[in-house]
């Protein structure tokens, strides 16, 4: 069992920044795909962005050039920096350990004026 637990997200005004973090207590973290989905009101949650174990990083079309993954192995973080908010990005942040298939809670974005 693997406990991802989110933080960070709220309420944001377009073209402003929030970061979302995500800390994970399983172990050899180093060798876990995290991943970033979101899923907005009446629609399919979708995947925002993978972090590989290999290093490597794949975005959706949609947040290509805005958003960026990163993570912190030692402390076993994941994050999400996100930049140019749209309104389009409201929805609901879930954090995934893609390699063992775990959940977040999940932590909502807003993005109004």
């Known amino acids: 069992q693997v406990r991802l637990v989110e933080s960070g997200g709220g309420l944001a005004q377009p073209g402003g920044s929030l970061r979302l973090s995500c800390r994970s207590d399983?172990?050899?973290?180093?060798?876990?795909?995290m991943a970033w989905y979101r899923q907005a009101p009446g629609k399919e949650r979708e995947l925002v962005a993978l972090?590989?174990?290999?290093?490597?990083?794949n975005y959706a079309d949609s947040v290509k050039g805005r958003f960026t993954i990163s993570r912190d192995n030692a402390k076993k973080m994941t994050y999400l920096q996100m930049n140019n908010l749209q309104t389009e990005d409201t929805a609901v942040y879930y954090c995934?350990?893609?390699?063992?298939?775990?959940w977040g809670q999940g932590t909502q974005v807003t993005v109004s004026s």
């Open positions: 995934k350990d893609a390699t063992a298939n775990y």
């Open positions: 399983g172990n050899i973290f180093s060798y876990r795909s």
């Open positions: 972090f590989s174990h290999d290093g490597s990083t």
